[in-house]
Structures are given as structure tokens and as C-alpha cells.
């Protein structure tokens, strides 16, 4: 495993916790221990100087990305953020090798997606599950139960097993109830978590969603942004989410703003929002309480220049009330 410098005994941990054998792991697929959570934050993806290109040579040409380099972390939680025709599904789609890099390469746990064999392309799929933006384009079978059991299943998963982690996904997605429901008789919310569930079931290192909330009501878009969140947090999955709703990705860790085929800005929250220049040149819009905030502080209220969620500017009010 190029890259961690482990010793062998640490390795061999490490490779037991990802396939289930190690007596560390805890939760719904098994949290790992602390100690192990600290071996494994290496480089999970790895994009380096990648270039895409729809149509080359064509007349209708079009780089979709640009010397993309980016790196993912282990138990990583970003949003990739940036208008249409940014590049954000375009990226998304070469996580696992369904697009393949123009220039450039792209590397999932060291394996490269560009000319890689069946077998190791179906390992690199093994890692990252992937969530398209209309859950109808993904489920496959009638019944929830059945359609969260597909992906083990292809994986060849022996069925005791997938009878654990189908009720395992469920549970972890608080959709267990709905296990022998018809997908027809599902909100579009829930119909996006069974999606997820079925993701889940095989077990990947990191779930990539592209516009997942998109076509959803404002609570269904809260209900999948809490169960995402949930994932990481308790199972230690990493989370690309990528959303085009600002309001969604100041609950995450990391964001990525990307424009035209390029990335140009990436960090934390604050530090991304701080730079509105930036997010005005990405033909972006700030978060409201974001706003809210900032007109009121050119008006002469000293509320937090950090504030980003309605319940942070709720506190800055308060504080400033308190005061007058």
C-alpha cells in the first residue's frame, strides 16, 4: 500500500477491519477503533493533473475539466460545489471509471482507473459506491429489500450475509420499516435512501452522490443530508457530496468549489465563505443567514462574520439583543 508507511502487523489490521475480521470494529458496519482510524487516513483518491474531453477533435470540443488535482482522504466529509457545466459531474464520474481521464490519471487506493484490468476495476468499484441525482435511474427491483440485496449479490456475497448487511443498510438509514414496501409507494426522499442503502450494502470505502438532492422537497432533502452525515460520522465512510444548494455544503467539512472545469477554491467552510469575490466569480450564491448577516453588518450591527447556518445568526441576535 504505497504511501503508508506501516509496519506489516499494522497492515494486516488494517486490511482485517476492511473486509470485516477484525474484532475493532463497532457500529452498524463496524466503527473502527480509534486506533485504527488513525491508520487508515492515507490517501484514498488521488486526482493528479487530470483533463477530460467531450467530442475531441469534433468541432464541439469541450475540456469539462482541467488539470484537476485533488486529493480524498479516508473518512474524508466534502462538498464539491460550483455551477452548471462546472465540472462537478463530470469529476464525479471518474471516481469509479465510468469516465476515464483524457490527460492525467486517477487513483482509488493506489489503483490506477486508467488501464486497469477487469478485476481491478471491479476492486475500485468494490471502494466507491456512487448516487446519481434521479433515484428511479438506479433502483433495479420492485421491493426495497430486494433492491438494497442487488449489489452484494453481484459482488457474489453469500446470502446469510447479505441478509445482514441489507438489514443493516436499512437500519443505518432509518428505512428498515420499509424493507417489504413496493419503491412505487415511496417518496422521492425515501427512494433516494434506498439508493444510498444499497450503496451501503457493499460496504465502500467512500460514497460519491452527485446532486442526490436535487429533485427532493426541502424535508427530504434534510432527511438524506442527516442520514449522509450519520454515515460518516458513525461508520467512518468518506462523503463527496456534490450539490449546486450552498446552503448544503456549510454542513460539511471540506468544500470544493469548482468553475469551468477547474477547482478554485478548497477548505473549510468559513474559509471558503469568507471569500465572497470568489463565490460571486463562481456565479454562486451565498447562504442566507450568510447574507442576512453581512447586509446587517454593512448596516452597522457587529454580528460574526462567520455566520453561515440560521441557528448561528439566531445566537448572533441574541447576543447583540443582550447587549443593547
Known sequence: MAGLSLPDRHYRQFRAYRNGNSKNRRGIFGKPSIYLRGLVMAHLVEFKKVFFTYEPGSA??????????????????????????????????????LLLPSDGEV????????????????????????????????????IVEEDVAFGPENLGV????????????????????????????????????????????????????????????????????????????????????ITHFMSEAVHFDRVVVMDRGEIIGDGPPRQIYSRGELI??????????ARLAAELAGRGFPLDPGVLQVEELVHSLCQLRSKI
Open 60 to 97: 464541439t470540443e469541450a475540456y469539462a475539466l482541467k488539470g484537476i488535482n485533488l486529493q480524498i482522504n479516508r473518512g474524508e466529509y466534502m462538498a464539491v460545489v460550483g455551477p452548471n457545466g462546472s465540472g462537478k459531474s463530470t469529476l464525479a464520474r471518474h471516481f469509479n471509471g
Open 158 to 241: 453469500p446470502p446469510k450475509e447479505i441478509r445482514r448487511r441489507v438489514n443493516r443498510a436499512l437500519a443505518a438509514l432509518n428505512i428498515f420499516k420499509y424493507r417489504r414496501e413496493s419503491i412505487c409507494h415511496l417518496s422521492e426522499g425515501q427512494k433516494q435512501l434506498v439508493t444510498i442503502a444499497g450503496v451501503l450494502a457493499m460496504k465502500p470505502d467512500c460514497i460519491v452522490l452527485d446532486e442526490p438532492t436535487a429533485l427532493l422537497d426541502p424535508f427530504s432533502r434534510k432527511q438524506v443530508l442527516e442520514s449522509v452525515q450519520r454515515l460518516n460520522r458513525e461508520e467512518g465512510i468518506a462523503v463527496v457530496f
Open 280 to 289: 460571486r466569480e463562481a456565479g454562486l450564491d451565498m447562504p442566507v443567514p
Open 107 to 142: 487513483f482509488i487506493d493506489h489503483l490506477s482507473t486508467t488501464g486497469s484490468t477487469a478485476e481491478q476495476m471491479k476492486e475500485i468499484r468494490k471502494r466507491i459506491g456512487m448516487v446519481f441525482q434521479n433515484p428511479d435511474n438506479q433502483l433495479i427491483s420492485s
